[in-house]
């Protein structure tokens, strides 16, 4: 796949290079829950150069940018999300849910 510094380039990117190469990853096919990041991201240096994960490009109906590479993670983990695969990552992300509301809680009530 040819690399073009958009975000048309980065959800085929993520749909069709990184999605499948995550879903035959021997820890996706175990069942247990699983930290996206430390698997999308090598996944990522392996196919990108740091110069392409670099370039910024403008966010869609927002303020500010967002790095190639931040966005092929992005888009990959929503794809993901939307596959066979979601309910184990579904209890990754509840997990850390759990764990924003808990601090959210201890900052509300520190004195």
Same mark, same amino acid.
């Given at each position: 796949m040819q690399f073009e510094p958009t975000r048309s380039f980065a959800y085929r990117f993520? /749909?069709?290079v990184l999605l499948p190469e995550l879903q035959h990853l021997p820890e996706v096919q175990s069942g247990d829950p699983f930290r996206l990041r430390?698997?999308?991201?090598?996944?990522?240096d392996g196919h990108l150069?740091?110069?392409q994960q670099s370039i910024r490009?403008? /966010?869609?109906?927002?303020e500010g940018d967002e790095t190639m590479?931040?966005?092929s993670a992005s888009t990959s983990r929503f794809l993901l999300r939307n596959s066979a695969f979601s309910s184990i990552l579904e209890m990754d992300i509840?997990?850390?849910k /759990?764990?924003?509301m808990y601090?959210?809680?201890i900052w509300r009530t520190r004195p």
């Open positions: 993520s /749909r069709y430390d698997l999308a991201w090598p996944l990522i150069t740091p110069e490009l403008k /966010r869609v109906r927002s590479g931040s966005l509840s997990a850390i /759990r764990r924003s601090l959210m809680m």
